[in-house]
């Protein structure tokens, strides 16, 4: 759905630009929207190479979790990558579901999701 490719400086400066991948097709989507009235999600990290993967999913009428979106994302040491990723995630899946957000966004002990969630 997304991608911000990752530049090591910009325009001369130290400052680095992550890189972002967010997956959402078409279901997801409307699985979002769907499951996103009255329901909560939850979001859960997991780190391979240095390339943390997210993602989203809310509970079916069953109670199975229905993955709502994925993103991947860079985490050079010392800088806010994931949380940039997060908060540009949430904007864009957000805009994608107009006026609809879930009651609330259950997630682990981590700081980059709570700041980017309180700032979205």
Same mark, same amino acid.
């Given at each position: #759905?997304?991608?911000?490719? &990752?530049?090591?400086?910009?325009?001369?400066?130290?400052?680095?630009?992550?890189?972002?991948?967010?997956?959402?097709?078409?279901?997801?989507?409307? #699985?979002?929207?769907?499951?996103? &009235?009255? @329901?909560?999600?939850?979001?859960?990290?997991? @780190?391979?190479?240095?390339?943390?993967?997210?993602?989203?999913?809310?509970?079916? @009428?069953?109670?199975?979790?229905?993955?709502?979106? &994925?993103?991947?994302?860079?985490?050079?040491?010392?800088?806010?990558?994931?949380?940039?990723?997060?908060?540009?995630?949430?904007?864009?899946?957000?805009?994608?579901?107009?006026?609809?957000?879930?009651?609330?966004?259950?997630?682990?002990?981590?700081?980059?999701? &709570? @700041?980017?969630?309180?700032?979205?």
């Amino acid at each position: #759905m997304h991608v911000q490719p &990752y530049v090591q400086e910009i325009k001369g400066s130290l400052a680095k630009q992550p890189f972002v991948m967010i997956i959402q097709d078409k279901c997801m989507l409307e #699985m979002c929207i769907q499951l996103s &009235y009255n @329901n909560a999600w939850a979001t859960f990290k997991t @780190n391979w190479f240095g390339l943390p993967l997210y993602a989203a999913a809310a509970p079916n @009428n069953i109670g199975l979790g229905i993955p709502l979106w &994925y993103i991947l994302c860079s985490s050079d040491s010392g800088s806010n990558h994931e949380q940039i990723a997060l908060e540009m995630t949430l904007r864009i899946i957000f805009k994608r579901m107009e006026s609809l957000r879930p009651n609330a966004i259950v997630k682990d002990k981590s700081w980059k999701e &709570y @700041n980017a969630i309180t700032n979205v």
